[in-house]
């Protein structure tokens, strides 16, 4: 005889005077009694490989006789609120966000058998949110709830937030939801404090467009900056097209942004926003120049951008001597 993989679902709390028999899942899908011999902790029954079509099946165990056997649908979602207005899910994927938002809640209906609540799951990152944030009402028995998810104080970073409610059904058919969003600063080391055993600026590339001599220029962090104690400096014999560019998660279309930061330079700067479509090629191109500033002076650069799948902010300046940019900032207007 073949090896028959089961999974059993033993329901040990349920009273053995409300337990209905055992019964496994078919090859066809139905649900057929299986005859069993339980003594204590140990229960005993014989499938055929042909029983299930030679593969894994289902069987349960003192069926209780709540449990509906024949459940393949999940919980139905019922309503959706984040931060109190009503949404649909595909609308949880919030990208950058000021604040993040205070409360998710939910309510779940399961038509046939009871949710299990005791398997809850609300997860923040992968990590298991405390249970003082998660509050569960019953609206109508352990079939219909409601759950409200409180955030709390969040610092900046970018967050996944999964919620997932099962019934107790043998297949145990689960609901989940996600929420996405960051609080994290759109631009990586704005502020130029990280750098490199090199002194090259964590998470930004320096070079040149114009395919000058790389002993000409130097892109490197030093100290004197206006956000910290350092700014980025770029250092050039030559000048041409020197440019500095960091990458930006997609941004939100047709929504107004401010790109905004510190700069100095008897040549004058600029800064740009590029962005991608998924085959690489240039979808925006968004320039602003700056003149020639012999102090740290501010500048701000209001934009939109077309739908795309990468983004970029770079600051550039084609003066020969030295450029300054500091504390580089990108924020929903």
């Given at each position: 005889?073949?090896?028959?993989l089961?999974?059993i ?5 349920a ?10 899942r ?5 649900w ?28 349960v165990?003192?069926?209780?006789k709540?449990?509906?056997l ?11 609120l ?26 779940v ?5 009871p949710?299990?609540?005791?398997g ?15 509050t ?5 028995g352990?079939?219909?709830v ?6 709390g ?12 409610v ?5 297949a ?6 996600s ?10 080391n ?7 055993k ?20 130097e ?20 000048g ?22 510190q ?6 700067a600029?800064?740009?926003i ?28 209001e934009?939109?951008?077309?739908p ?8 550039r ?11 580089i ?5």
């Open positions: 005889m073949g090896r028959v089961a999974t679902a033993l329901l040990a709390s009273s053995l005077a409300l337990a209905q028999g055992t019964f496994y078919a090859a066809d899908g139905k057929k009694p299986l005859k069993a011999t339980i003594a204590g902790a140990v229960t005993r029954f014989t499938l055929a490989p042909e029983d299930i079509g030679g593969g894994t099946t289902l069987v165990v003192d069926k209780p709540w449990m509906v024949d459940d393949e649908l999940a919980p139905a979602l019922v309503k959706l984040l931060e109190g207005q009503e949404v649909k899910p595909e609308a949880l994927d919030l990208g950058p966000v000021v604040k993040a938002p205070a409360e998710l809640a939910f309510a209906k399961d038509d046939k058998n949710l299990d609540l005791a809850l799951s609300v997860s923040l990152n992968g990590k298991a949110l405390p249970a003082s944030q998660v569960v009402s019953k609206l109508d352990d079939k219909f409601r759950v409200s998810i409180k955030l104080d969040l610092a900046p970073a970018k967050y996944a937030l999964t919620a997932a099962a019934d107790l059904s043998p145990r058919n689960t609901t989940t939801l929420l996405k969003f960051s609080t994290a600063p759109l631009v990586t704005g502020s130029f404090e990280e750098a490199d090199a002194n090259a600026p964590l998470a930004w590339t320096g070079g040149s467009w114009g395919g000058d001599d790389v002993t000409s220029f892109w490197s962090v030093q100290p004197g900056g206006v956000a910290g104690q350092k700014a980025l400096r770029v250092t050039s014999t030559k041409g097209n020197l440019t500095c560019n960091t990458e930006l998660d997609p941004l939100k279309v047709d929504t107004p942004y401010v790109l905004t930061g700069y100095k330079g008897l040549g004058g600029a800064v740009s590029i962005t991608y479509d998924k085959g690489g090629q240039q979808v925006d191109y968004l320039t602003q120049s700056f003149p020639a500033a012999k102090e740290w002076t501010p500048f701000s650069y934009f939109k951008v077309k795309h799948v990468k983004a970029s902010v770079v600051v300046t084609g003066a020969k001597g030295e450029t300054w940019f500091d504390d900032k990108l924020n929903l207007k």
